[in-house]
């Protein structure tokens, strides 16, 4: 339905000439709650794999002879691939007229990326080998091409899933502000899920006993546990994407209505319209209201402070912590493994937080507050992995093991709590960003793919200056973690600071009209 001098009125035919938005009205309800939950389980899918990214694809790939200065650089797909991805897909799934929907396509289409990624992924070992790389612990360049084709194709398929998958969580709330909370909690709550799940797999060593084939000259032990856990992501994801696309209609009341080709001669019924794409990104960008840019503003320095962390933690268990180093000896992967059960309580803790948001920002006094608060919690848990370091180091200076010099309890515990500590704020940056974003941007006339595409590119752009910077930073002061850790720590608390000083405050209870037409 369409505002019009403060009347509501019917949206305009399909062959109208112009891009229509359609608002649903206050009148109408929200989707019940077991369809919201049914799309946001897709989260836990995309979450494990995530999980299984973040916590063993460092180490993967210094193990394939990559050193830790260059790791980094692999990474920058990521935040390319979402850079670019993220509003095209927001964009054409806003305007997509398919029969089968406008969401429901490309999440079908990421899920199947993600199997072709995992396959790649998996298997670079073997491939690179079967091509020609040599056994033993080199470079295998051929397995790194492998490998890198693989990661592109999983973070596309990535950002084409969790887009589409937030917009049709909006579609579902009907502009309902206590509905998109909601929504955007359950989306968080199944990506600590799939976290807990991809982390646990994670640390499981015997995992590839399950799949005895995984296990090849080529690939070893740890490899095949990685090409395992794999294997149970892209059926975890595959099962949950497929009951919710049957089970869950698209609301149509939602549907913005694409502007007819007097050329074209089809019926409009595919989603690749030709149209000027990221000029309508522009567009939006300069039409963002000021709410909107202070969003924006915070949410880069919030995941300036978080990448470093997401990206090197179970190296940083691996290397400062434990002391191991890459392809010598155990007791790097005894630490790589540590890491990944410090993720998987960081997931326990992110799933609780996640639940109680809504409380917690009663607490405290509103979202804003407690988005700011979390921002400091931050800083703090990435300056104490200086001291956990530190400490770590100490114990293996003064003292000898028979165990191949582990840490000594107390560090292990204390590293473990940071992990689960760092829970809180990840729930927060899940879930908080998404959901105003929803309400702050709603006055610029995007559709809600469109405005959580443009709200990605605050993510991407600071993965991308992190993951170019953090290496090099890194082997300036010596080639280990800390020094981009403690840049994070700055940047969270520059983010904290902007949170609670310049964003506005969203009503708490902000009827469906006010959200359609904005924040006054």
Not at 225 to 253: D, G, Q, R, V
Not at 256 to 277: A, R
Request: aromatic share 10%; hydrophobic share 50%; with cysteine.
């Amino acid at each position: 339905m369409e505002k019009q001098n403060g009347k509501l009125e019917k949206p305009s035919p399909p062959l109208q000439p112009s891009l229509q938005i359609s608002q649903p009205p206050s009148s109408l309800p929200a989707s019940p709650l077991h369809k919201i939950i049914m799309v946001a389980s897709i989260a836990a899918g995309v979450q494990f794999g995530w999980a299984l990214q973040l916590s063993l694809l460092t180490p993967y790939v210094q193990l394939l002879g990559i050193p830790h200065t260059y790791a980094a650089y692999i990474w920058l797909c990521g935040p390319i691939s979402g850079m670019i991805v993220q509003p095209l897909v927001g964009y054409y799934s806003d305007r997509c007229t398919s029969r089968f929907g406008r969401r429901r396509p490309f999440i079908a289409a990421g899920a199947a990326l993600v199997g072709i990624a995992v396959f790649l992924i998996g298997f670079a070992a073997d491939l690179g080998h079967a091509s020609g790389d040599p056994l033993g612990k080199v470079l295998k360049p051929r397995a790194i091409a492998v490998f890198v084709v693989g990661f592109w194709i999983l973070d596309v398929a990535n950002n084409m899933l969790q887009g589409p998958c937030r917009a049709f969580l909006a579609d579902l709330s009907y502009g309902n502000s206590n509905r998109m909370r909601t929504a955007n909690a359950a989306f968080s709550f199944f990506m600590a899920v799939g976290n807990v799940l991809g982390y646990a797999a994670g640390a499981y060593k015997n995992l590839y006993k399950m799949f005895p084939f995984s296990k090849t000259n080529a690939c070893d032990v740890y490899c095949a546990n990685l090409k395992s856990c794999f294997f149970l992501s892209i059926a975890f994801l595959s099962t949950l994407t497929i009951i919710a696309l049957i089970l869950i209609k698209e609301p149509e009341a939602e549907i913005l209505t694409p502007e007819k080709n007097t050329d074209d001669d089809t019926t409009g019924q595919n989603c690749c319209m030709k149209v000027p794409v990221f000029g309508e990104i522009i567009g939006a960008l300069k039409d963002l209201p000021r709410a909107m840019w202070f969003l924006l503003l915070v949410t880069a320095l919030n995941w300036v402070g978080w990448f470093p962390f997401l990206l090197f933690d179970t190296d940083w268990m691996g290397k400062e912590v434990y002391g191991g180093i890459p392809n010598e000896g155990n007791l790097y992967n005894i630490g790589v493994h540590a890491g990944s059960l410090g993720l998987m309580i960081n997931s326990i803790v992110l799933g609780f937080t996640s639940v109680a948001i809504p409380y917690l920002a009663k607490v405290l006094g509103g979202v804003k507050r407690l988005w700011g608060g979390v921002n400091f919690l931050l800083a703090i848990c990435l300056a104490m992995t200086v001291v956990v370091t530190k400490l770590a180091e100490s114990s293996r200076h003064y003292t000898t093991s028979p165990d191949g010099h582990e840490p000594q309890t107390g560090i292990k515990v204390g590293a473990l709590a940071l992990f689960g500590v760092l829970g809180i704020p990840q729930a927060i940056t899940f879930s908080i960003p998404f959901a105003l974003a929803s309400i702050f941007s709603s006055k610029s006339g995007a559709g809600q793919g469109l405005s959580l595409g443009v709200l990605n590119l605050a993510i991407v752009v600071p993965q991308m200056f992190v993951s170019v910077l953090s290496g090099p930073w890194d082997a300036l002061f010596g080639g280990g973690n800390l020094p981009a850790f403690i840049v994070g720590a700055i940047a969270a608390a520059a983010s904290g600071i902007f949170a609670l000083t310049l964003l506005p405050t969203p009503p708490p209870d902000a009827p469906a009209k006010l959200v359609a037409g904005g924040l006054h």
